[in-house]
C-alpha cells in the first residue's frame, strides 16, 4: 500500500522483501480467505501505548476506502460476522489487487532479497542488498512483527529501530491460543473441537464470542481476543452461559421441574459434551440427580461454575501461532502523520512494526492499509 501511493505520487520505489513471495502472511490469514477489513475500524480497537497515535491514519483511509479499492479491482467478499469481511473465494485476491497497483504505480518489486545494512547519508540512507547497495531518499520500514516465523518473520524492524536510536517496547504473541496445565489439558484435549458461545474477562476487558476446546488449551475467537489484556499467572473469568443468570434459571427449573436431572438441564443449555464434561469434573454421578436434591448452596455453587469459571492457563502457544505481535516501535519519536522518525525524517516505520495492535477481526489489516496510504503519500 506504502509503495503503490509512493508510486502514484511521482515517487520511484523499490520495494524489496525477504521473502520468495509476496504477502504470504496475507495468504494464510482468515482461513486463506483474509479478514481484509473491518467497517467497525475506530481507534478504541487498538492498543498502544499512545492510543492517539492511530487516530490520524484511521480517519484518513477508511474501511470504505479500500473497499471501493478491492471493488474497482473486482474482488468478490462476505461479511462472515458484523463488520467482519472476507475475500469470498481467497486471499490471493487481495495480493492481486496489492501487486496490481504497485505495477501500475511503476513501483519495483524485488523478491527474495536481504537487506544486510541500513545507514544515514547526508539528507538520503544507503542500503546494502544481497542485489548490492541502493541508495534512497528515504527508507519505510514495513517489516511486520515476531508472529510466526515460520512465514519468516523476524526482530528485523525492531534491531533497525534501535539503531537509530528509538524505544523499542517490550513484545509479547496476542491474538494466540492459550495452553493448560493438568488436569484441564487433558479435560480440553477430551473436548478438542468442540466450540460453544462465552464471555470472557480478565484485567477490566471482556469479550463475547466463540471458545474452542484443542489438544493443547483453548482457543476460538473469545480466547485470542483475551489473550491481548492476559499476563502470565493471571486466571480468565469464562460465562459459559453469557446472557442467562445461571442460579436464577436453577433455582426455576428446580420449582417447577423438580425431577428434571442437572445433567438434562446442562444438555439444553451447552453443547452436549461440554455437559457430560462439566457433570464428571465437578459432580460425578451425583449430576444425574434431580434438581429437587440440590440445596441452595449447590444451586449457588453451579451457578458460579457456569457464570464465573475460573481458570488460569499455564501460557499461550506463543509466537508460532500467534497472529499479531503486541509492543514494538514506540510511536513517542513518530509523526503520526507522516510516520517518519523526529530528526531523521528519511526513516520512516509503518504497520505491526509499531506499537500498534488492532483486535481480532479486520483491524490489523486495516492499520496496514491507513498506515501505509498515510506514509506513502507524504513520501
Known sequence: MCAARAGYAGRRVLLV?????????????????????????????????????????????SPGDFIELVERHGVEYVE??????????????????????????????????????????GEGMRLATSLGKVDAGAVVVATGGLSIP???????????????????????????????????????????????DVRVACNGRAFAEPMLFTHRGLSGPAMLQISSVWRPGEALCVDLLPGEDAEAALRQARRVTPKRQLSTWLGERLPKRVAQALGEWYAGAASHAPLAEYSNAAIAAW?????????????????????????????????????????????????????????????????????????????
Open 150 to 196: 515460520t512465514m519468516g518473520a523476524t526482530g528485523f524492524g525492531y534491531d533497525l529501530a534501535r539503531q537509530f536510536g528509538l524505544e523499542v517496547l517490550p513484545t509479547r504473541a496476542a491474538l494466540v491460543p492459550f495452553t493448560l496445565g493438568e488436569p484441564w489439558k487433558a479435560r480440553a484435549a477430551a473436548l478438542s473441537g468442540v466450540s460453544l
Open 303 to 379: 451457578a458460579e461454575r457456569l457464570n464465573r469459571w475460573t481458570l488460569r492457563p499455564a501460557g499461550t502457544e506463543g509466537w508460532r501461532t500467534a497472529e499479531v505481535t503486541l509492543g514494538g516501535v514506540s510511536t513517542d519519536a513518530l509523526s503520526s502523520k507522516d510516520f517518519s522518525v523526529s530528526g531523521l525524517p528519511q526513516l520512516r516505520f509503518i504497520g505491526e512494526v509499531l506499537d500498534v495492535t488492532g483486535e481480532l477481526g479486520g483491524f490489523n489489516f486495516q492499520w496496514a492499509w491507513a498506515s501505509g496510504v498515510a506514509c506513502g503519500q507524504a513520501c
Open 80 to 121: 462472515k460476522a458484523p463488520g467482519q469481511l472476507f475475500c469470498a473465494i481467497s486471499a490471493r485476491d487481495i495480493v492481486r489487487v496489492l501487486l496490481t497497483e504497485c505495477e501500475w504505480a511503476g513501483v519495483e518489486v524485488r523478491l527474495g532479497t536481504r537487506v544486510e545494512r541500513v545507514e544515514r547519508l
Open 17 to 61: 522483501d525477504h521473502a520468495k513471495k509476496a504477502g504470504k502472511k496475507i495468504l494464510m490469514s482468515g482461513g486463506g480467505r483474509c479478514n481484509f477489513t473491518n467497517t467497525a475500524t475506530a481507534p478504541q480497537h487498538f492498543y498502544s501505548q499512545n492510543p492517539h497515535f492511530c487516530i490520524s491514519a484511521l480517519k484518513r483511509y
